[in-house]
Structures are given as C-alpha cells and as structure tokens.
C-alpha cells in the first residue's frame, strides 16, 4: 500500500446517516410467558459512504441490527432512520447480501442478476444488458451463460454480489457474506469488495466473526457483547490509509496495533458465549 494513500474521510458536519438506529432493543416473548432480552437499547450510526463492521459472538444479535436496518423486523423499542427519513418497511435503498446465496438454479448467472431490474419494471432487454455489464464489474464477463451448479463456490458469490449491486443501492447490508468460502476466496472477494466500493462508497454495514476481515475492510469496527441483553462494548476508527490491499495491510504494525486492541475487547465476551453454550452459566 502506498504511504500516500488517504485515510477514511470524516463525514460533514451537515451530513445525514445513511442510517441511524437509536435506542434499538429486541426482546421475545417466550412459550413460559418469560421474556428474552435479546440485545439492550444500542445507537449504531452509518455516514454515507462509510463502512462500518460489526463484530462480536455468535449469537449476540449482530444479524438482528441488520435486519432492522433493512427493515425485515420491527424493534422493539428505539427508532431507525435511513438518510434522516423513518424507517417503516422494507429499506428500499439497501441491497442485502446474505451468507448463503439465493441463486435460482434453473437460470442462468445473467438470469439471476437480469431478474431483481425486471421485477422492478425494467424491460428484460434492458435487464440483461445491465446484468451483462455488472457481471463484467464483478469478473465474470465469460459465464454470463452458465447455470450456477456449473460455477465454483467464489463464482457464485460474485453472481450474488452482482445481484445485489445492479439495482444501484445507497447501502449494502451484508451479513457474513464471505463466511462459507475457503480463506483464499475470501480474500479475492474481499478484494473485489473493496475495488467496488472504492468506485462508488456505498454506506456498508458488513456483519463478521472475522476480526482480521473487520480491520482489512471498514472504516470503523464496532464490537457486540455477550448475549442475551447484548450491547456495544467498543467503537474502534480504522486508520488505515486507503486504497488498502487487503492481504499486505496485514502486515502492518497499525493492523497488528488494532487487532491486539479489539481482541482485547472481545475475548471475554467470546469465552462467556462458549461458557454459556456449555452450561457453565446463566443467561
């Protein structure tokens, strides 16, 4: 990475969240007439343009957040806003990328990417073409025509990644997106990630186990406690400067710096969930 590249860039004065939660909560009824406090009243913030990571044990709620961002599930207390307007409903500026891909098998790759513009009003000629020039962006101009049981598990992935970017959303929402991949793919795909959204920056909320994908690609990584009544336990800005390649920024003394600093946050609340999950503690 060149030293004279540039760091994150601070959000204006003036400018409006991407998205705002506040004073989110998500508690369930239980079959016993208990209730499940599933994460405590949190604020997560997303400038426009930033991308933030979202850290933390499984289960403590960090897919929870981003469904409430895209609008999949109602808190239960606290507001959400998407560019400063309510959010009511489905979030119709965010693209959402899940862990496991939702190709259609009996269509082709331009197929599934042709069809989110089509359902939206688009004429399929037009589709296709959009499909076509969007699965070029993502590095696969030639396999436009196969079908996805013919495309390994990275191809896939970018097919998904395609879908999800040629209907042109204000923000992505990615859960894990990267996590059933074998760790070189991975790494390609977090490199693509980043190619693309260098072109564009898009306001990201990227949800991950992984602390060194945490660090690689956000701007700012913030850390979940334990569950249940999970919280916010850390906010950590990422100085790294950008473009970042994302394999060689882990050679740095600053990521090492970060990682020894969030880990130290986040290990306890590891070692609770293993703990609970063994029965040596109590919800």
């Not at 600093?261 to 609340?269: K, S, T």
Request: charge should be neutral; proline fraction near 6%; charged fraction near 20%.
């Amino acid at each position: 990475m060149s030293a004279g590249g540039s760091a994150a860039v601070a959000p204006r004065q003036d400018a409006v969240p991407a998205v705002a939660l506040r004073g989110v909560s998500v508690a369930y009824a239980l079959a016993d007439g208990g209730r499940y406090e599933a994460v405590q009243p949190v604020d997560v913030t997303v400038e426009d343009g930033e991308f933030v990571a979202i850290l933390g044990p499984t289960g403590c709620g960090k897919s929870t957040l981003l469904n409430i961002a895209a609008g999949l599930m109602a808190p239960s207390s606290g507001t959400g806003t998407i560019f400063g307007r309510p959010l009511a409903g489905l979030n119709a500026v965010a693209g959402y990328l899940f862990q496991q891909d939702a190709l259609m098998p009996w269509k082709t790759a331009r197929d599934n990417v042709a069809i989110g513009l089509e359902v939206a009003g688009s004429t399929r000629a037009a589709a296709l073409e959009a499909a076509a020039a969007m699965l070029k962006r993502v590095g696969l101009a030639g396999f436009g025509e196969r079908y996805p049981h013919q495309l390994s598990g990275g191809q896939r992935k970018r097919v998904a990644l395609a879908q999800v970017l040629v209907r042109r959303p204000k923000i992505l929402l990615m859960d894990e997106p990267f996590g059933p991949l074998d760790a070189q793919t991975r790494l390609i795909m977090s490199e693509l990630l980043l190619d693309l959204w260098q072109a564009d920056r898009k306001a990201v909320m990227f949800v991950t186990h992984d602390l060194d994908e945490a660090i690689a690609l956000a701007d700012r990584v913030l850390v979940m406690s334990a569950g249940p009544r999970a919280r916010i336990i850390g906010e950590f800005p990422i100085p790294l400067a950008r473009p970042r390649d994302v394999a060689e920024v882990r050679s740095e003394p600053e990521f090492h710096r970060l990682h020894a600093a969030i880990w130290g946050c986040l290990r306890d609340e590891v070692r609770k969930t293993y703990a609970l999950a063994a029965g040596e503690g109590r919800a």
